[in-house]
T-cell receptor, first 114, second 114 residues
Framework: AQSVTQPDIHITVSEGASLELRCNYS??????LFWYVQSPGQGLQLLLK??????LVQGIKGFEAEFKRSQSSFNLRKPSVHWSDAAEYFC????????????FGAGTRLFVKA | DVKVTQSSRYLVKRTGEKVFLECVQD?????MFWYRQDPGLGLRLIYF???????EKGDIPEGYSVSREKKERFSLILESASTNQTSMYLC?????????????FGPGTRLTVT
C-alpha cells in the first residue's frame, strides 16, 4: 500500500539558515511525488513535483527536492530560509497507474526565528 | 489563473444539522476530491469523483455523502453533523491527464459542530 512518512512534526530554523524537510514514501513503482505548502488559514499550494527524469527538481520560492529511489526519499531543501517560509509542508505521493488518489504525509510545520 | 472555490471559509453548525459544503472549479477538471485535515493526521480523503455523477469512497467516508451533478461542482454533505466532524475541509480538483496529476486546492472550510 502507498504511504508517506514525514518524520518531523515541526522544525525551527533561523532566518537565513538552510532547510531540509524529510519525506519517505512507500510505493511499488515510481510514483508521482509532490511537495505542497500551506500557509495559515489557506489551502495547499504546489511547490514542486517529480514524475521522471532529472532527480533534482526545482520549484517555486527557491525550493528544490531530490528523488532518491534507493532510499525511497524525496527531501525538500532551501539554501536560505525567509521568515515568510513559516508554514506547514506536506509531502505527497500519487498513483501512476489506475485511480487518481494522492496520499499525503502528516505534514511538517516550519517555524522561522529571527 | 486556475481556481477552486469553496462556499464558506468558516461554518458553525449544531449537532444533528444537515450540512452542505460546496466546491466549484473553473479548470474543466474531471477529478474532484474532498479531504478533511486534522492536526497530526495530514489530509485524509473522504470521497472523490472522476466524472459527473460518479463517486468513489475514500479512506474515511463514514458520516458523509457527496453529489456531483455538474462537472464543475462537487458537494460534500454531512447528513447529521456530529462534534467529531469538527475539522478543516479541503476541496481539490485535478485533470485526467496523467502528464499533469497535480491537485489544485480550494482555501478550505473550517467547520465547527457544537
Amino acid at each position: 500500500a502507498q504511504s508517506v512518512t514525514q518524520p518531523d512534526i515541526h522544525i525551527t530554523v533561523s532566518e537565513g539558515a538552510s532547510l531540509e524537510l524529510r519525506c519517505n514514501y512507500s510505493y511499488g513503482a515510481t510514483p508521482y511525488l509532490f511537495w505542497y505548502v500551506q500557509s495559515p488559514g489557506q489551502g495547499l499550494q504546489l511547490l514542486l513535483k517529480y514524475f521522471s527524469g532529472d532527480t533534482l527538481v526545482q520549484g517555486i520560492k527557491g525550493f528544490e527536492a531530490e528523488f532518491k529511489r534507493s532510499q525511497s526519499s524525496f527531501n525538500l531543501r532551501k539554501p536560505s530560509v525567509h521568515w515568510s517560509d513559516a508554514a506547514e509542508y506536506f509531502c505527497a505521493v500519487g498513483a501512476t497507474a489506475g485511480g487518481f488518489k494522492t496520499i499525503f504525509g502528516a505534514g511538517t510545520r516550519l517555524f522561522v526565528k529571527a | 489563473d486556475v481556481k477552486v472555490t469553496q462556499s464558506s471559509r468558516y461554518l458553525v453548525k449544531r449537532t444533528g444539522e444537515k450540512v452542505f459544503l460546496e466546491c466549484v472549479q473553473d479548470m474543466d477538471h474531471e477529478n474532484m476530491f474532498w479531504y478533511r485535515q486534522d492536526p497530526g493526521l495530514g489530509l485524509r480523503l473522504i470521497y472523490f469523483s472522476y466524472d459527473v455523477k460518479m463517486k468513489e469512497k475514500g479512506d474515511i467516508p463514514e458520516g458523509y455523502s457527496v453529489s456531483r451533478e455538474k462537472k464543475e461542482r462537487f458537494s460534500l454533505i454531512l447528513e447529521s453533523a456530529s462534534t467529531n466532524q469538527t475539522s478543516m475541509y479541503l476541496c481539490a480538483s485535478s485533470s485526467h491527464d496523467r502528464a499533469d496529476p497535480e491537485q489544485y486546492f480550494g482555501p478550505g472550510t473550517r467547520l465547527t459542530v457544537t
